[in-house]
């Protein structure tokens, strides 16, 4: 009997969730064992003639990693979900548009001068920027169009399921290539991964105080958490009220707040609302004034609370 094949694909991100299938250490032999892997350019020798080769559902399902920022991204994804059955948003900026998802606070035009006008190293006087097409020696060479903005994946296609983090932990990761190979992957749109805040969790819940108040807001750039004793009462933004668990708790357990990468449970529209409103019920003030004064010292209140799901809030992007 033949085995199921798989594809991995990567799109717009930093190359940690191709890293986490290496991961699985030994356990990736299991998986070896039991699929054949059909695509995952980050290790073998594929091109796209090969995937567009493929009958549909000759491939069973397609893990694609990364956002979506570029054409070409955008066409890889639509001929993937094209010959395979079931497509995973495999990692935070699939997921949730991830850390790229930031740029989505600027424009294109900003990030292009930014990078080829701006930037101290660039030496570019007569400010050229990357063209679609470019004649050199004859040939034509085209790039792939930058987008205006960010995408998650399930903004561009359908997606049947998510496996979120950044990057997703190996025991999940395990147990969805399980659940696919037993036929036991739930209703389509899940998340694989707990449907419960990381808050029910966290090694520090029981230290929380019954009446937590924040008095400001701190950073471990300058100073050191005490690792037993709840981050929000400390006065660190820590996203686990509005962060989905399943990661292990792996930050919390390195002495450092979790940063949102699970994305928010089902009952969060929008992660980055429900933890804004959850440290306005936590400030140790009484005037409007006094607030404005504490919110004042939480620095970059936008990449701390949409740090990796800005393109799926209800923000999305800047207009302009």
Known sequence: MAKPKVAFYWCASCGGCEEAVVDLHEAILKVVEA???ALWPVALDFKRKDVEAWKPGEVTVAFINGSIRTSEQVDWVKLLRQKCPVVIAFGSCAHLGGIPGL?????REKTLANKYHNSPSVDNPDKILPQLETEINGYELELPEFLPAVYALD??????????GCPPVPDLISAAVGAILEGKLPEKGSVLAPDKS????????DSKPEVMKIESFKRVADSSPDPDTCFLAQGYVCMGPATRSGCGELCIRGNMPCRGCFGPTSEARDGGTKMLSAIGSLLDTTTEEASERLA???VDPLGTLYRFSLPTSILKQRLG
């Not at 740029?103 to 424009?107: E, L, P, V």
């Not at 903004?155 to 979120?164: A, F, R, S, T």
């Not at 990381?198 to 819940?205: F, G, H, S």
Request: hydrophobic share 35%; proline share 7%; glycine share 0%.
């Open 103 to 107: 740029s989505n606070f600027t424009t």
């Open 198 to 205: 990381l808050c029910d969790t966290c090694p520090q819940k």
């Open 296 to 298: 004042a010292t939480m």
């Open 155 to 164: 903004q561009v296609i359908e997606v049947d399921y998510y496996l979120p």
């Open 35 to 37: 699929v054949d892997i």
